[in-house]
């Protein structure tokens, strides 16, 4: 019985050192989230104007701008596929929502582009055309750190080997929902909704301006997703630590009350044979 005992004890301290590991896990990934969440809002700003001019620029001079992307067409029948992930785990089932949407979405004929551990290792595994790999990493993505990732696409565009760019990453809607989605990055849709307010004159020209811009979109598209990959990740780890806390401190308390009473049935046991002893 009495080694009984300390293998409950081993188990109940253990089970403690998980909830407060768990909880501090928890309150790093709030912090990360916040700012993220700040970081987002002061972007968006910028982010907006930039898809407000090329909406402008396709509406109103979608005949004017020849040879661009959004019009070139290719006969491959191939994409470049960008994929972020996180390049820890302890995210819930983040990652597995993730690679099943990538899996839905991307064939082996695909280029894809890794962005996160996770996805390389997962994408390596499967087989699938990976033509390069970086890392997320753990502090919050700097927009220079990602602006490089983008040359790809210019690389095989020019070659003539893509028909189309998509990302797939998660978008952060709060901290309790993160939806996995696949977006088309290239080419560049027309947005039916778009209301074209004022009017603008496009110097030296509409073409030129556009094809200018064309790399200032891909970037705050790319980086605002990759803000949303990232604070997605923190989100679903706090939610992962709080349940892992909440279960390791149901364990703890579990293993205290069965300690308790194994550690009173030994007493009552120990009176007992006292009892029976004076007895006899």
């Avoid at 604070?231 to 806390?245: P, V």
């Amino acid at each position: 019985m009495a080694e009984s005992l300390q293998q409950i004890k081993k188990r109940i301290k253990t089970a403690d050192n998980i909830a407060q590991i768990s909880k501090a896990m928890e309150m790093i990934a709030a912090s990360k989230i916040k700012k993220a969440q700040t970081a987002v809002e002061k972007n968006r700003p910028y982010a907006q104007r930039v898809k407000t001019v090329v909406q402008k620029l396709l509406t109103k001079h979608g005949n004017e701008i020849e040879n661009s992307f959004f019009k070139k067409e290719s006969a491959t029948g191939k994409k470049l596929v960008y994929i972020l992930s996180p390049d820890k785990g302890l995210c819930g089932g983040l990652l597995a929502n993730l690679f099943s949407e990538f899996v839905s979405k991307v064939s082996k004929q695909d280029y894809v582009v890794t962005v996160g551990k996770k996805a390389q290792m997962f994408c390596v595994k499967r087989g699938f055309n990976v033509i390069a790999s970086f890392n997320m990493g753990t502090t919050f993505p700097k927009y220079s750190e990602f602006a490089h990732m983008l040359k790809l696409i210019e690389t095989y565009h020019s070659q003539n080997k893509i028909d189309s760019v998509e990302v797939v990453y998660t978008n952060f809607k709060n901290r309790i929902v993160q939806n996995p989605l696949t977006e088309i990055l290239a080419p560049i849709s027309i947005d039916k909704t778009f209301v074209d307010k004022g009017i603008h004159i496009f110097e030296p020209s509409p073409k030129e301006v556009f094809e200018s811009l064309l790399p200032y979109y891909f970037k705050v598209e790319f980086y605002d997703m990759i803000m949303n990959a990232y604070a997605s990740e923190q989100a679903a780890r706090m939610q992962a630590m709080s349940n892992s806390k909440e279960n390791a401190n149901e364990i703890s308390g579990f293993l205290t009350t069965v300690y308790n009473k194994s550690r009173q049935e030994r007493i009552t046991n120990e009176i007992l044979d006292l009892a029976n002893g004076l007895i006899s």
